[in-house]
Nanobody
């Protein structure tokens, strides 16, 4: 069983930066990713990284502004968010895929087996 705990959310002005962290307990052998959900909207993909760290995948809305990273030894993942926009306001979730054979990290939430409780990110204009 894998447990995920996010941290690092908060309130920031537009143009600012935040760094989210995800600490995992248990073995995370497949891809890991970040998703977000704004009020009244469906959960959407943000970024993901493969187990071997060689492949990253980003939503178009965050490309060039967000950077995902993962520390296999520490069993952690991070999301550096720069040039934040009010549209980035959402609850951000860390997720882990238990399929060790999936090399390419997927943007599909249903393929992730474990989820954190979420951390709120609010960007003011």
């Amino acid at each position: 069983q894998v447990q995920l705990v996010e941290s690092g959310g908060g309130l920031v002005q537009a143009g600012g930066s935040l760094r989210l962290s995800c600490a995992a307990s248990g073995r995370t052998l497949g891809p890991m990713g970040w998703f977000r959900q704004a009020p009244g909207k469906e959960r959407e993909f943000v970024a993901a990284v493969s187990w071997n760290l060689r492949i990253t995948n980003y939503a178009d809305a965050v490309k060039g502004r967000f950077t995902i990273s993962r520390d296999i030894r520490a069993n952690t993942m991070a999301l550096q968010m720069n040039t934040l926009e009010p549209e980035d306001t959402a609850v951000y979730f860390c997720a882990a895929d238990s399929n060790s054979r999936r090399i390419t990290p997927s943007p599909v939430p249903a393929l992730y087996d474990y989820w954190g409780q979420g951390t709120q990110v609010t960007v003011s204009s």
